[in-house]
């Protein structure tokens, strides 16, 4: 398949989450109410925040499997492994669950919702791991495809059970559930059959034990707390809005937030999944010539899919949410809180440039170390606007903390002897072309003025 076959299945892939939530999400609202959708929105969520923190497994086999050579027997255990944590961390996450339920009997929500609920957060998890290894290992038809139709029909499915049966939290779990075992069933088989292709058998019947599964746990760490503060400080915020404010006022600032993620989820992601493992395995060759290429042309292409987009996003952005939501009294609201987050989010995009190159450093460390304190920051700067009932505040907040976190991964990436020349190359390439994009549609403003 050419180049701009496989760009194209990263984009269907990538992005079918989100187009799938842009075009299902408001017929939820409407079938379920603004209480119950809000409910809805944590649970959601949360979902994200825990797919997001998979304890870094992701990360560590995504780069494990880029770099690996024809031998895979190692990557299957490892696999085995990853499993096997992840496993007795959500063991752990149901039995924390319910005790939350036996202390709060008033939250309304059933003790079997709470098991599906967890269930279906740690299926998503090693689905998404399994997902992660296919693109690693480049196989992007496959992956994409498997993603779309998973995605598709767990939403699709969802929307026929609330219609047809009742349209109430516990069938959304139930059924968002039921769909998701059937995905990571297939997701599971795909992927160790093409890891198992030519290991001996002896090697695929190899079993990790509980040792193995703390020692990988352990050797990703930093990426732990990396994953969980990143997955902490983007998902955490709609639950703080609820607690401190209501389950309704969620839903306009959710969907402003899904809104302007568009351009990162997307445009950005894809092009991101296609020249990470290219960087990885550039940079480990030891070519700097072709590593240098590859990063000018991943900063140019993160800049081509991300500019424009934004831009339009931005200035059309009340027809857009109406064409998206309908008439709604949200959409004023929903309009002011994306104009605030999309200029942050936007310089948010480039951050897959600079975080290729420190995962290629190996710089686990700090990127825990800055991710954990822009979430207590950013946290912490939220729990106060919410306080004060400030969503247009906590909006800031957000827009901030997408543009400090690029900027310093950035700026770390230059003082690293591995990756320095590459993190200046590309900052000089984005601010380069930025400033061009800039430049040009302040002078088309000033003379249509």
Not at 64 to 83: C, F, G, M, P
Request: aromatic share 12%; net charge positive; hydrophobic share 60%.
């Amino acid at each position: 398949m050419s180049v701009i076959g496989r760009m194209l299945m990263l984009y269907a892939g990538r992005s079918s989450s989100l187009v799938v939530a842009f075009v299902f999400l408001p017929l939820y609202s409407r079938m379920l109410g603004a209480s119950q959708f809000g409910s809805i929105a944590v649970i959601l969520s949360f979902q994200a925040l825990l797919v997001m923190m998979d304890l870094g497994m992701s990360t560590l086999l995504g780069r494990e499997v880029s770099v690996s050579n024809n031998d895979r027997s190692a990557l299957i255990k490892l696999l085995r492994s990853a499993e096997l944590s992840l496993s007795g961390f959500y063991g752990i996450l149901i039995f924390c669950a319910l005790c939350l339920k036996f202390s709060f009997l008033s939250i309304a929500i059933s003790w079997s919702a709470i098991i599906a609920v967890v269930l279906l957060f740690w299926l998503l998890v090693l689905q998404n791991l399994y997902y992660s290894m296919l693109i690693a290992d480049r196989h992007y038809t496959l992956g994409s495809a498997l993603q779309v139709v998973g995605v598709t029909l767990r939403a699709v499915i969802t929307a026929l059970a609330l219609y047809v049966f009742s349209a109430t939290l516990d069938m959304f779990i139930y059924t968002q559930l039921a769909v998701t075992v059937l995905h990571w069933w297939i997701s599971r088989f795909l992927i160790m059959k093409n890891l198992s292709a030519n290991v001996p058998a002896v090697a695929k019947g190899a079993w990790p034990t509980f040792l193995d599964a703390f020692n990988l746990t352990k050797a990703g760490g930093a990426l732990v707390l990396f994953s969980a503060a990143g997955a902490a400080v983007t998902q955490l915020d709609k639950p703080v809005i609820s607690m401190f404010i209501s389950a309704a006022s969620v839903a306009p600032y959710y969907l402003a937030s899904l809104l302007c993620m568009a351009p990162i989820s997307i445009l950005a992601g894809p092009v991101s999944q296609y020249f990470q493992p290219l960087v990885i395995r550039a940079a480990a060759s030891g070519v700097r010539t072709d590593a240098r290429k590859i990063i000018a042309r991943f900063s140019l292409s993160v800049f081509l899919v991300t500019a424009l987009p934004t831009f339009i996003l931005w200035w059309f952005r009340e027809p857009i949410i109406e064409l998206w939501v309908g008439s709604s009294g949200n959409n004023v609201l929903i309009s002011t809180y994306l104009a605030i987050l999309l200029p942050g989010v936007a310089i948010g995009a480039f951050g897959f440039i600079p975080y290729s190159l420190l995962i290629y450093a190996k710089d686990f460390r700090f990127q825990a170390t800055m991710s954990a304190l822009l979430t207590v920051v950013t946290l912490a700067m939220t729990v106060l606007a919410a306080s004060r009932e400030d969503i247009k505040g906590i909006c800031y907040v957000y827009s901030a903390y997408h543009a400090s976190s690029t900027i310093l991964s950035w700026l770390r990436a230059m003082t690293l002897n591995d990756v320095k020349m590459y993190a200046r190359v590309s900052a000089l390439l984005v601010f380069s072309a930025v400033s061009m994009f800039v430049a040009v549609v302040g002078l088309l403003f000033f003379l249509l003025v």
